[in-house]
């Protein structure tokens, strides 16, 4: 069974700090894994990282994934309150599908 | 970009009363939708993958009978939440596989 962990469960920083979030996985036939960014409603796209070793770069936000270690890292740098939200991570598989595997998220906390 | 467009966003029912969230690929055709539910501080947990023209696939544990898909068009797949009952309370949000997977804006259900 398809397996996603993230790490912390929950972060609480103050703005300036830069943060790391962790997601780990266990997949059958690894196809891309996905960064979410969820506020109150929907998540919100951030990244997908099928290579690895290649970092992708948004802003102050970037991740990068190590298929041999089977993680990906999701760094903010200089955190703003806006910042604050649920960060999802998701695996998708060659096959079932297309479907995602989501792991349980880390919630983040940027005090002012 | 593309856009799913959920209706509603969220609804209030009676328990034993059914109702139906929508979503709707606007400018792009979805041959596949996934549905997922989100509870209170969790992650989203798959419940289907609706197939368009053909039946939906249930991930284990999710009651085919009660959570109706229907994907009649490419444009458009529905869950229905048949006799709902409290415990049904919950935050339902669909996806298409596109890029990055676009969701919907989600639809929060609360059943008195």
């Known amino acids: 069974e398809d397996k996603v962990v993230q790490s912390p469960l929950s972060l609480v920083v103050h703005e300036g700090d830069t943060v790391t979030l962790n997601c780990s996985y266990e997949v059958t036939n690894f196809r891309s894994l996905l960064w979410y960014k969820q506020e109150k409603k929907a998540p919100t796209f951030l990244f997908m990282l099928?290579?690895?070793?290649i970092e992708k770069k948004s802003g102050r936000l970037s991740s990068i994934l190590d298929k041999k270690e089977l993680f990906s890292i999701l760094n903010i740098t200089a955190t703003q309150t806006g910042d604050s939200a649920i960060y999802l991570c998701?695996?998708?598989?060659?096959?079932?599908?297309?479907?995602?595997?989501f792991g349980g998220g880390t919630r983040l906390m940027v005090k002012p | 970009g593309a856009v799913v467009s959920q209706h509603p966003s969220w609804v209030i029912c009676k328990s034993g009363t059914s109702v139906k969230i929508e979503c709707r690929s606007l400018d792009f055709q979805a041959t596949t939708m996934f549905w997922y539910r989100q509870f209170p501080k969790q992650s989203l947990m798959l419940m289907a993958t609706?197939?368009?023209?053909?039946?939906?696939?249930?991930e284990q544990g999710v009651e085919k009978d009660k959570f109706l898909i229907n994907h009649a068009s490419l444009t458009l797949s529905t869950l229905t939440v048949t006799s709902a009952h409290p415990e049904d309370s919950s935050f339902y949000i669909c996806s298409a596989r596109v890029y990055g997977y676009t969701f919907g804006s989600g639809t929060r259900l609360t059943v008195v």
């Open positions: 998701a695996v998708s598989p060659l096959d079932a599908g297309n479907m995602l595997t």
């Open positions: 609706s197939n368009e023209g053909s039946k939906a696939t249930y």
């Open positions: 099928t290579s690895s070793g």
